[in-house]
Nanobody, 115 residues
Framework: QVQLVESGGGLVQAGGSLRLSCTTSGSIFSISTLGWYRQAPGKQRELVAVITSNGNANSADSVKGRFTISRDDAKNTMFLQMNSLKPEDTAVYYC?????????WGQGTQVTVSS
């Protein structure tokens, strides 16, 4: 069983920054598509950003220019750098490791942005 361990969430004022990390011990990391998702209270989980195994990245329109996804395959770790945070970014953030064969999720980390 692959486990994903997230860290880096917390409380920050609007305009501030946070960096989320997600680490796994599995050997599948480097060949997987990695993603960050978020779920706000009363809303469905939504895709924030994704990066493929060859490094192609994309992000939701709502975070473009503010959030950056990256990966360090040597350390089996993925990151989400979040800048210029807004109150509407408040949510539980989940990391995801995906392929046509597997789909693993982190436990979630709370990000709260105060106005």
């Amino acid at each position: 069983q692959v486990q994903l361990v997230e860290s880096g969430g917390g409380l920050v004022q609007a305009g501030g920054s946070l960096r989320l990390s997600c680490t796994t011990s599995g050997s599948i990391f480097s060949i997987s598509t990695l993603g960050w998702y978020r779920q706000a209270p009363g809303k469905q989980r939504e895709l924030v950003a994704v990066i493929t195994s060859n490094g192609n990245a994309n992000s939701a329109d709502s975070v473009k220019g503010r959030f950056t996804i990256s990966r360090d395959d040597a350390k089996n770790t993925m990151f989400l750098q979040m800048n210029s945070l807004k109150p509407e970014d408040t949510a539980v953030y989940y990391c995801n490791v995906h392929s046509p064969i597997w789909d693993y999720w982190g436990q979630g980390t709370q990000v709260t942005v105060s106005s």
